[in-house]
């Protein structure tokens, strides 16, 4: 089998948190303050680690791969596709800020209507980039541009990168948690994310679990 791309794992942690609101938007009881806050505080680090994602790829990856000859109109269409996900985010965002202010049952029907548009606008764009751009991860692993690429991504911040593989790591499946330590040395996966992703699973793991 052929291993997971970072990309693709990442992928997963973003699919896995829009079931997981759907899940928890369906089942809110009206007047539920404290889960309203709860997750508005799970929401608040998914857009954070989405939006940096995306803004990670155009400023840092999209020029890697136009220089291994990717079609700079094929990057042109992602990042199309990102400025349709960055609509949808917003909007989630102001029912989700509505659900977090009122806790009413009403705003969670209004912010799972928007999550499932997110949903939507995103899985298009996740199987796009599957389909197009995976296998040149595929075929260029090694390639020591690609690789920098994800030096640069995960920045100079520990706690960012604390927080970011505590969330990866969170309900990945053996397959990913595999992938993520051939990408991510153990023991950076081990100190930053047992360390630094202590908050992420305080305030937002707690949410789902």
Do not use: C
Request: no cysteine; charged share 25%.
């Amino acid at each position: 089998m052929t291993e997971l791309s970072m990309n693709r794992i990442i992928h997963g942690a973003v699919r896995r948190d829009l079931a997981r609101f759907l899940d928890a938007l369906d089942s809110f009881r009206d007047g539920d303050r404290d889960r309203a806050e709860q997750l508005g505080q799970a929401w608040d680090n998914f857009l954070g680690q989405l939006s940096r994602h995306h803004h990670g790829e155009h400023e840092i990856i999209w020029p890697v791969l136009q220089n291994l000859g990717v079609d700079p109109g094929l990057l042109a269409q992602m990042d199309a596709e990102h400025d349709r996900l960055a609509e949808a985010l917003t909007a989630t965002d102001e029912r989700m800020g509505t659900l977090r202010t009122t806790a009413s049952v009403r705003a969670a029907a209004a912010a799972r209507e928007a999550m499932s548009g997110l949903r939507t606008v995103a899985e298009e764009h996740l199987a796009h980039e599957e389909a197009d751009l995976e296998p040149l991860y595929a075929a260029r692993k090694d390639d020591p541009a690609l690789k920098e690429t994800g030096r640069k991504l995960a920045g100079n911040s520990p706690t960012v990168a604390g927080q970011f593989l505590a969330w990866v790591s969170d309900g990945a499946s053996p397959e990913e948690q595999a992938a993520l330590r051939h990408h991510v040395p153990g023991p950076v996966v081990l100190i930053l994310g047992g360390i630094f992703g202590r908050r992420y699973r305080r305030q937002v793991a707690s949410v789902w679990h």
